[in-house]
């Protein structure tokens, strides 16, 4: 009954969304942002630790929210880690992109490489509604980068 | 309490044939649809009043002296008159048609609490209030120097009659404005209760009846109630039409809500002086259409009559409610003694998020999320629920489907 399902739940986002990798903030971190959603209540706390040429080093976060936040939280913190701020930002665009229509733009191979560790998140875009429960913490992550506080997928 | 006294049990399954999208399909299965609190679905005789209006007999009311606007100022003023005997309000005049509930209860905050109330003055609301029993009154109180209190619910999701007491006792409160019935943890307020004892410490009292009305008769006199707002569209009617009925002697003595076409008696560049009520606050053309598809909503349902959905429904909740309870990490929210047809609970191994997603896979729409409730949320100790609701429609085999279809989602977590 659920076979369309496997789909949007592949093993890893349910791996992730039940034991996410990155769901702690960092103690030491140089950025915050919090990402709201204020219509269904999803929220992540994210810190970033930048690394010594000002590359993200770490990511950190709390969230509350469904498997799939939660998962496309973690699956975020573990693919911008090592990348500049630009490239952070382009795989950022690329990715709500991807979620919002299935198809994966056109990225230079190391970047393009990173998206495809985020493909099983593809498939949202099958759910109108959960598109945003995908891309809230790019959001925060746009926001911490950027030196802002609050981010809304609003 | 007075959930009503089964009469004649109500045909479902004819019934459903009034409604004609309850025959769609989703996701190639069967509609369940168990959002009806959100908003309910339509039966033909709404459809058929609204079209046959457009088809046959509509222009502009109150303006035209020619005999379409005639005849559709007599629908409209008909449809004022359906509401006022649904509510058994003393005098027609002082059904006021709004857009839906919150914007009800936003004339009430502006022109009552602007123009009645005092500075220093309270307004209590309650901790279960849908957001749009809140955010006017912190409105308010910012604007107006009204304060602002709230009444505590106790653990079985009831009014804490003993604290609201307390609430009352300096006699600075204005208004009490207090949900008729939770829209997530499905509790009735003992609505004469209340207003009685807000009458006793000198207040007004307001009740939200956008639930309420759905599945039980209201009489303001008999609830002694001073305002009374609902919303169209959760009553088997169109969106863009909501009633507020206050007391012609409150009515007369608040401000106009908003200006323009159709509220005032005379207008010059100097002053304006105000139509009387309840035209004093229905600016512009209003919602014609529409309260002419509330009226035939209204008919539709009494001529179901709410003993007999009273009755369906209450059964329709117990049965839930056993079935929930047999459901290994599922957690319903709200205990109270008089309950309705809403059930909000979680799940321990699923996000209610995710719950909802795979119950719509089975062709069964609950809500989730915070219900437009957050401060509830927070005094329940979570984010959000998972909510099914139950309209006249529901079939108990939709509440089986619905105990299997979290079954097969516990599963798929687990
Ligand atoms: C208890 C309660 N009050 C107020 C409202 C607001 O109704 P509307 O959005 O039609 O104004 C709702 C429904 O959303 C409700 O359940």
């Known amino acids: ?154 | 309490m007075n959930a009503g006294t089964p009469s004649a049990p109500l045909d479902v399954m004819r019934l459903r044939a009034d409604f004609p999208i309850l025959a769609e399909k989703v996701h190639g299965r069967d509609l369940v649809f168990l959002d009806s609190a959100a908003s309910a679905q339509k039966p033909r005789a709404v459809i058929a009043a609204m079209a046959t209006a457009m088809e046959r007999q509509y222009a502009n009311v109150h303006r035209g002296l020619h005999w379409m606007s005639e005849r559709t100022t007599e629908a409209y003023e008909g449809a004022r008159d359906a509401v006022a005997r649904l509510l058994n309000a003393p005098d027609r005049h002082e059904i006021i048609f709004t857009r839906n509930s919150t914007e009800a209860i936003n004339l009430v905050a502006h022109s009552f609490g602007r123009g009645v109330l005092r500075p220093g003055q309270a307004v209590v609301i309650s901790e279960m209030e849908h957001h749009a029993n809140i955010v006017p009154w912190q409105m308010l109180r910012d604007a107006h120097g009204i304060e602002l209190r709230i009444a505590p619910i106790t653990d079985a999701g009831e009014i804490d009659m003993a604290a609201l007491e307390a609430l009352l006792a300096d006699r600075k409160v204005g208004l009490v404005a207090i949900t008729h019935m939770s829209n997530v943890l499905g509790s009735y307020t003992p609505a004469a209760r209340l207003a009685r004892l807000a009458h006793a410490f000198g207040a007004k009292i307001l009740l939200d009846g956008s639930q309420a009305i759905v599945h039980r008769r209201v009489d303001v006199q008999v609830l002694d109630a001073d305002f009374y707002v609902f919303t169209g569209h959760k009553l088997y009617g169109p969106t863009g039409i909501g009633v507020l009925w206050a007391r012609r002697e409150l009515l007369e003595r608040m401000p106009p809500f908003l200006g323009g076409g159709d509220m005032i008696s005379s207008v010059s560049f100097a002053r304006s002086t105000w139509a009387a009520v309840p035209h004093k606050f229905e600016a512009g053309t209003p919602a014609i259409l529409e309260a002419i598809g509330l009226a035939a909503a209204i008919a539709y349902v009494e001529a179901i009559g709410y003993e007999a959905i009273a009755a369906h429904e209450a059964a329709l909740t117990e049965h839930a409610l056993a079935l929930l309870a047999k459901i290994p990490g599922l957690c319903v929210f709200g205990a109270a003694q008089d309950r309705g047809g809403v059930v909000s609970f979680t799940l321990e191994s699923a996000h209610p998020h995710d719950v909802a997603t795979l119950l719509d896979r089975q062709g069964i729409a609950v809500r989730a999320g915070h219900h437009c409730a957050e401060p509830l949320m927070h005094r329940l100790g979570i984010e959000s629920t998972a909510r099914a609701s139950f309209a006249l429609y529901t079939t108990q085999g939709e509440v089986d489907a619905l105990a299997e279809g979290i079954l097969k989602v516990r599963e798929f977590f687990t």
């Open chain 1, 1 to 154: 009954m659920f076979e369309e399902l496997r789909d949007l739940y592949q093993e890893v986002i349910l791996d992730h969304g039940r034991r996410p990798r990155h769901g702690e903030k960092l103690a030491c971190f140089d950025a915050e942002a919090r990402g709201n959603n204020p219509l269904c209540g999803d929220r992540i706390d994210l810190t970033v630790k930048y690394g010594p040429q000002g590359e993200i080093a770490k990511v950190g976060f709390a969230a509350r929210g469904c498997a799939i936040s939660i998962a496309a939280a973690d699956l975020m913190a573990e693919t911008v880690a090592g990348l500049s701020v630009t490239a952070a930002e382009t795989l950022s665009r690329a990715f709500q992109t991807l979620a919002r229509t299935g198809v994966p733009p056109a990225l230079d191979p190391p970047l393009a490489e990173r998206l495809e560790r985020l493909a099983p998140l593809a498939s949202v875009h099958e759910f109108p509604s959960r598109v945003k429960c995908a891309t809230l913490p790019w959001h925060a992550l746009h926001a911490a980068l950027a030196g802002n506080k609050e981010a809304s997928s609003e």
